[in-house]
Structures are given as C-alpha cells and as structure tokens.
C-alpha cells in the first residue's frame, strides 16, 4: 500500500524507536476509530528528523503522512510538528494488543 494511503489520520503517536546499529525506526500508535494498534517499521535509514515544538498546539495526534520521493516519509502531527525519515522502505502492521504488549 503506498505510504500516502495508510490510514493514519488522527491516529495516536505513542513512541518512536530509533535502532541505530539495524538502522531502523519503529513508529507505534493507536489507529482512530477501532481497537487497533500499530507499528510502521522504516527500514536502512539514513535520516531522522523529529520535530517538537507544538507551534499548533499540544497533541499526540497524527495529521497526515506523505511520501515526499521513494525513499523521504514525512509524518505531520496536528500540534504542527514533522517527523521526517528517509529509508529505503517501510512496513506496516496493525494488530490487537497495546504497544506495551508487543515489546
């Protein structure tokens, strides 16, 4: 599924895990709107830029997310912050249990 079309929109942003030696990030939240969680693994990073200033205000809440080219994903929180990451892919998963669970 493209990146674009993920269904993220006011989904709840709960941590992000940078693994510097796998050169990885892990996104996990909470979809909107269902008992879903889920995990966006971004896979052979180079770049990590995350953003928190709030300049809309404080909230944990997904926006949009785009894919700018191939390899940059940009995730916009509603507080107006940017989460950018360039990496070679992405995968995406939604399951049941909470993210605490599927450490």
């Not at 942003?13 to 996104?27: A, D, F, G, N, Q």
């Not at 390899?71 to 993210?99: C, L, N």
């Amino acid at each position: 599924m493209p990146f674009s079309e993920l269904n993220l929109h006011d989904a709840i942003l709960e941590k992000i895990e940078h693994l510097w030696r796998s050169k990885e990030v892990v996104v996990y939240g909470k979809l909107f709107g269902v008992n879903r969680h889920f995990k966006l693994t971004f896979s052979g990073v180079w770049l990590l830029e995350v953003a928190h200033e709030e300049s809309w205000g404080p909230s944990n809440a997904i926006m949009v997310q785009n894919a700018v080219s191939n390899s940059e994903y940009v995730i916009q929180m509603q507080s107006g912050d940017e989460i950018k990451i360039r990496a070679k892919e992405y995968h995406f998963e939604s399951f049941s249990q909470s993210v605490d669970s599927a450490d």
